[in-house]
DNA sequence: TTGAGGCTTTCAACA
DNA sequence: AAAGCCTCAA
């Protein structure tokens, strides 16, 4: 059989970083360099040349999405066996490995994750046992600082940990953090940095495990290497010390993750830290056309602090980059929309070849309500994961009771839910008894212990609920299938049944959502027969929002994407838009004090721009309107950084709300396709409102309704509705996502 | 003591 | 828009 060579496929530098496959391999690719390729054919040539067997393969990606990604390319190449590479993130690995060795240094089997939120109402929790308010103290802010703590190496390394400790006015910080873990530990519950934080635990503390490891895994390779925290080096170092194949690939200029605790001089030491390591530069890039690449190196070479490098073209040149300051945020979004309309009328272009980056997720609002106000179907990535609904937060928190009766968090957020009769009082008291008895709340309630002189009617029948998952659960997999429990616990807990009683618009929405969640467990039993309730939900918290069940709109294939453009990193589009291109914005307010945040912010905005690839269009706003009021806003300053021979510089004036619309003309550049969308496209009537009296519109709460009145004038425009059930209702236009029908 | 409804506040990026 | 806080009726 004949068949022609991979390596044919590959440029000299990709060819040997595909080849050198033993000793500590350093690619430093370029964006658009061809990373991707590069991995996956060194895996294939691994597998296929060298006959490494697939599964001594370990491999990390950022997101869970590109870990399958990677298992599908490789499989492309050598045949299914492929599939059997352990590919994860790093945090997914954790959980694998905490799971088979976490016992040995106190990590229950069945640990609970607990996710941002989680952390938040565990510290708020805890703020009001120390008598503190937490409106004073923000749970959040402590939150990120004992992230950022934990995301530390002196936290990890034992240095001086009381510099650590933050001073805050009426709080010892110590103790809080020493509560906080303390709670953990109680709860059997890891947040995200612990999940990596015991994983290196368990390597110094349990040599017997790591060599496990180490005979399990011979190859390593980590992806986004530049954006690695200390725990991660470690792990990375632990196992690749006894065959020393530890190939790791970055880009210093695509580091964008420092808050977070990636430490940059990961990358920038590796050669120091590893000895005989081979470096291979990555710098011809496939991706982009040639004012894209100036444009991002005029802008990234600003920053001081990076290694001097600068990618080639191999693409031929192309159409030049587009600046358009808008008068406010509307004004940027319909930019936004009639060019995409135009473009797709001129060439042959689908939605699926367009995405509008952005800032901050708050910025979507306008984009989504400009697209689903001409019918193109969007999809956004990020923001809202499904699993972070109410609904499926709900019976999650049940899932992970049963599963870990330990946890709190879970217990106190569904005690009453949906209402049972047990109020903040019963509550309290229910903590006071386990607090005094030093067991667990659910131990109070299973025990039957008397909460106020008697067990309340309410307590009885959760207990119940619990119990019946809890013997279900016991079953799965053996006896009963994981779907079929968490189908009876639903049905335990008569969560359906309180919002089919409720009947709105909204409770149909949570109803549909269940059953999404439902389809969801039938789905991931199929992929694992075996499945299990507790390491479903461990692999579940770790997912992305692009990962969840309902994540594809009406048409992936067919939408155009809308992301932050921390999510977008590893991506590539035919045509961007690189939005809110504003100081206080981009770079962001809170990241412009410093030299160091500005350089990430010029970094994130590299990526942003090298996302391209034949096209991108920079937009900003003159006025936005933010949770603080109206303000003015300066162009960015990587806008400058670009040479503006190199740019078609425009405005755009259409943009309605009670900002007064220029006088300039809405395209003042040369770019005729864009006039014609301005047809579609709908601008607000007099008094700045999008509807009219006496027409139909549906409202997400209550329904269908008929507008009775709308008074009031720029952003403070009231509209009364009169519903089918008789009842009138006066909302702000600019709260309320009415639909015209 | 509970639960519903209204008023206020909040938005930087993420596994 | 959504969550949290507060108030008030039952």
Same mark, same amino acid.
């Given at each position: 059989m004949t068949q022609r060579d991979p390596l044919d496929e590959l440029n000299p530098s990709q060819r040997e970083a595909v080849t050198h496959t033993e000793g500590p391999l350093l690619i430093l690719a370029g964006a658009g360099s061809g990373k991707t390729r590069v991995i996956t054919y060194r895996i294939a040539h691994l597998i296929?040349?060298?006959?490494?067997?697939?599964?001594e393969i370990f491999a990390v990606t950022f997101t869970n999405k590109a870990a399958d990604e990677m298992k599908r390319r490789v499989a492309e190449l050598i045949g299914p066996i492929g599939e059997s590479v352990f590919v994860r993130t790093f945090h997914s690995a954790a959980v694998y490995i905490l799971r088979r060795y976490g016992d040995r240094i106190g990590v229950p089997r069945a640990f609970t994750i607990y996710d941002a939120k989680d952390q938040e109402t565990l510290i708020k929790d805890i703020l009001l046992e120390m008598r503190l308010d937490p409106k004073k103290i923000k749970p959040s802010a402590l939150a990120s600082k004992i992230s950022e703590i934990k995301d530390r190496a002196e936290m990890i390394e034992g240095a001086d940990l009381s510099s650590l400790m933050p001073g805050y006015p009426g709080l010892n910080f110590s103790d809080l953090y020493r509560e906080y873990q303390d709670r953990l530990s109680r709860s059997g519950a890891l947040d995200f940095n612990d999940l990596l934080i015991k994983t290196v635990v368990l390597m110094r503390r349990s040599p017997e495990s790591l060599t496990e490891l180490q005979r399990r895994w011979r190859y390593f390779m980590i992806d986004e290497y530049q954006d690695t925290n200390h725990a991660q080096y470690l792990i990375c170092k632990y196992l690749s010390s006894a065959t020393r194949n530890l190939c790791v690939v970055g880009d210093d200029d695509q580091s964008i993750y420092s808050w977070r605790g990636a430490d940059i001089r990961n990358i920038l030491d590796f050669e120091r830290d590893f000895d005989e390591t081979k470096v291979v530069k990555l710098e011809e890039n496939y991706r982009s056309t040639v004012p894209i690449l100036d444009a991002a190196w005029h802008v990234i070479r600003n920053n001081v602090n990076r290694k001097e490098k600068r990618l080639r073209a191999v693409r031929g040149d192309g159409e030049p980059l587009t600046w358009c300051r808008a008068n406010n945020e509307y004004g940027e979004a319909e930019y936004v929309v009639s060019t995409i309309l135009s473009l797709k009328k001129k060439e042959a272009l689908r939605n699926r070849d367009f995405a509008v980056f952005y800032?901050?997720?708050?910025?979507?609002r306008v984009f989504e309500e400009m697209l689903r106000r001409e019918n193109i179907p969007y999809r956004v990535v990020g923001g809202l994961k499904f699993y972070d609904r109410k609904e499926i937060k709900d019976i999650l928190a049940y899932l992970r009771l049963i599963a870990n009766p330990a946890d709190g968090v879970s217990l106190l957020r569904i005690i009453n839910v949906p209402a049972r009769g047990i109020g903040a009082a019963t509550v309290e008291r229910l903590r006071d008894t386990a607090y005094t008895a030093e067991i667990t709340e659910w131990e109070v309630i299973a025990r039957g212990l008397a909460i106020k002189g008697k067990v309340p009617a309410g307590i009885t029948s959760f207990k119940k609920i619990i119990e019946r998952g809890m013997a279900a659960s016991a079953l799965v997999p053996e006896t009963m299938k994981l779907s079929a429990m968490v189908r009876e616990l639903i049905e335990a807990t008569s969560y359906r049944e309180n919002l089919e009683e409720e009947n709105s618009v909204e409770s149909r929405s949570r109803l549909e959502n269940i059953e999404e969640f439902i389809n969801s467990v039938y789905e991931y039993e199929a992929r694992y027969p075996d499945a299990a309730l507790d390491r479903f939900l461990q692999e579940i918290s770790l997912l992305t929002s692009e990962e969840s069940?309902?994540? #594809? $709109?009406?048409?992936p294939l067919n939408s155009i994407t809308l992301m932050t453009v921390h999510n977008a990193k590893g991506l590539e589009f035919p045509v961007v838009f690189l939005t809110g291109m504003e100081e206080g914005i981009f770079p962001h307010f809170n990241s412009s004090d410093t030299d160091a945040g500005i350089e990430e912010e010029r970094r994130l905005c590299y990526v942003g721009i090298t996302r391209a690839m034949d096209r991108i269009f920079l937009t900003g706003a003159e006025m936005r309107r933010s949770y603080s009021g109206l303000s003015y806003k300066e162009p960015s300053r990587f806008i400058a950084e670009i040479p503006a021979a190199t740019m078609d510089v425009r405005e755009y004036g #259409? $943009?309605?709300?009670?900002a007064p619309v220029r006088d300039s003309l809405p395209f003042n550049g040369p770019y005729p396709g864009a006039v014609t969308s301005a047809v579609a496209l709908n601008p607000t009537g007099g008094n700045g409102s999008r509807f009219r009296t006496r027409e139909a519109v549906l409202h997400p709460k209550y329904g269908r309704g008929r507008i009775l009145a709308i008074e009031g004038g720029g952003d403070n425009v009231k509209i009364t509705i009169v519903f089918g059930n008789g009842d009138k209702k006066t909302f702000l236009e600019k709260y309320t996502p009415l639909q015209k029908l």
């Open positions: 296929r040349q060298k006959g490494v067997p697939p599964f800032r901050t997720n708050a910025q979507s069940p309902d994540a #594809e $709109g009406p048409d #259409e $943009g309605g709300y009670s």
